[in-house]
C-alpha cells in the first residue's frame, strides 16, 4: 500500500487505520496527499485496484482572498499557522499528537490552488481504478458538501455524520 500524508504531517496514516484496505494494489491520501494519490493513481503504468481518498484537499470553491489569507498567515509564521492548522484539523473534538514538519509555502499553495475536474476523475475510473472518498461532516478545514457533489459521480462516498478532518468522531 502506498500513503500519502496531508500538508505538513507526517505520522497521520494511522488515524486511518480503521478504513484502509491493506493491498499492495491500493494508494491512498490524505487531504494534501490525497491529490499526490489521485495523481499518482491517474499517471502510474502499475496496477492499482483502489484509489482511497481521505479528507481530500477541496478548495476550489473558496475565494481567492481565502488563498491568499491562507498563503500570507503560513509566510509570516509557518510555526503558528501550523499549530492553528491542527487545531482545525482536530476540530470541533480535544487535538491529539501528530507528528509535522514544517511545508513549504510552495506545497501549500499547490493545495490551495488544486482544481479536482472531471478530466482526472475519468482518466483514473477508466484504468478500472476504484475510488473511496472519506469525509467528515463536522470537518472545519475542506468544503464538505462542494466535495460530496463533485465526487458522487466518480467515487463511493462515505460520509462520518460527526467526523472531523482526520475523520475522528466524539465518542
Known sequence: M?????FSLTDDRRFF?????????????????AIK?????ANSTK???????FSPAFFQTKKPSFKRLQLSAFTSDSQNYLL?????????????????????????????SFVWDEGLMRQIVDKGIIIEVYLGLEDAIIDV??????????ATVTVIRRGNHFLQECK
Request: aromatic residues 16%; glycine residues 8%; contains cysteine.
Open 84 to 112: 492553528r492548522f491542527i487545531e482545525g484539523c482536530f476540530a470541533p473534538y480535544s487535538v491529539q499528537k501528530v507528528d509535522t514538519k514544517i511545508g513549504t509555502v510552495h506545497e501549500l499553495e499547490e493545495l490551495l
Open 17 to 33: 487505520e480503521p478504513f484502509l484496505r491493506e493491498s499492495d494494489y491500493t494508494v491512498a491520501g490524505f487531504s494534501y496527499g
Open 47 to 53: 496496477r492499482i485496484d483502489t484509489l482511497q481518498l
Open 145 to 154: 458538501s462542494g466535495a460530496k457533489e463533485f465526487f458522487l459521480p466518480y
Open 2 to 6: 502506498t500513503f500519502y500524508s496531508g
Open 37 to 41: 494519490a489521485a495523481l499518482h493513481a
